[in-house]
């Protein structure tokens, strides 16, 4: 299924740059900007190609019938955001009981205009002692990039402007709607 996967990116013009660290059992994959449902299936087109072993966060209600079943099976998690729910804990605590575990997580948490990012992508990443792995979906140059895996310091504020840098001028499907 991977050449498929990698036939179907080629086919519609894109590339991947960088790569999922196959070699780290755990991490949480940053993936942006998220302006779009088609960022989805673009997803999962480079998971299957570059046969990564990662799991997603969605809303709770892409999880509920008809289609529930398929977004499970998918490798989806689902996260009720009407609520709190310790959240990051949860997540940390999974991340603990594993011995390999990879999770993609937007930081916008929605396809709508936001101004800054949500932190728990970050907070998870410190809380399991887990590096961080940035990948830009850049619409404009039909590219899939990764960085290298960093892992959260003690200055939060110096670690999102390296977040912010990176994702700094990407062009999502629907760039009007990405972060600024």
């Given at each position: 299924?991977?050449?498929?996967?990698?036939?179907?990116?080629?086919l519609f013009g894109w590339k991947i740059l960088g790569d999922f660290p196959l070699v780290q059992k755990k991490y949480v994959v940053v993936v942006a900007p998220h302006t779009s449902n088609w960022d989805f299936p673009l997803g999962l087109l480079?998971?299957?190609?570059?046969?990564?072993?990662?799991?997603?966060?969605?809303k709770h209600t892409l999880f509920q019938f008809p289609y529930g079943f398929i977004?499970?099976?998918?490798?989806?998690?689902?996260?009720?955001?009407?609520?709190?729910?310790?959240?990051?804990?949860?997540?940390?605590?999974?991340?603990?009981?594993?011995?390999?575990?990879t999770i993609v997580?937007?930081?916008?948490g929605t396809r709508r205009k936001v101004e800054k990012f949500?932190?728990?992508?970050?907070?998870?990443?410190?809380?399991?002692?887990?590096?961080?792995?940035?990948?830009?979906?850049?619409?404009?140059?039909?590219?899939?990039?990764?960085?290298?895996p960093f892992y959260t310091t003690d200055d939060?504020?110096?670690?999102?402007?390296?977040?912010?840098?990176?994702?700094?001028?990407?062009?999502g499907k629907n760039p009007e709607l990405g972060v600024d």
């Amino acid at each position: 299924m991977h050449r498929v996967s990698a036939w179907l990116l080629k086919l519609f013009g894109w590339k991947i740059l960088g790569d999922f660290p196959l070699v780290q059992k755990k991490y949480v994959v940053v993936v942006a900007p998220h302006t779009s449902n088609w960022d989805f299936p673009l997803g999962l087109l480079v998971r299957s190609a570059r046969r990564a072993k990662t799991v997603f966060i969605g809303k709770h209600t892409l999880f509920q019938f008809p289609y529930g079943f398929i977004f499970r099976w998918l490798g989806g998690y689902p996260v009720d955001r009407r609520k709190s729910h310790n959240f990051v804990e949860s997540v940390v605590k999974i991340f603990d009981s594993k011995e390999e575990f990879t999770i993609v997580i937007s930081p916008e948490g929605t396809r709508r205009k936001v101004e800054k990012f949500k932190t728990g992508f970050y907070y998870i990443a410190k809380g399991a002692d887990i590096p961080l792995v940035l990948c830009k979906f850049d619409w404009g140059n039909k590219e899939v990039v990764f960085d290298k895996p960093f892992y959260t310091t003690d200055d939060e504020k110096k670690d999102f402007e390296r977040i912010y840098a990176y994702f700094k001028g990407v062009k999502g499907k629907n760039p009007e709607l990405g972060v600024d």
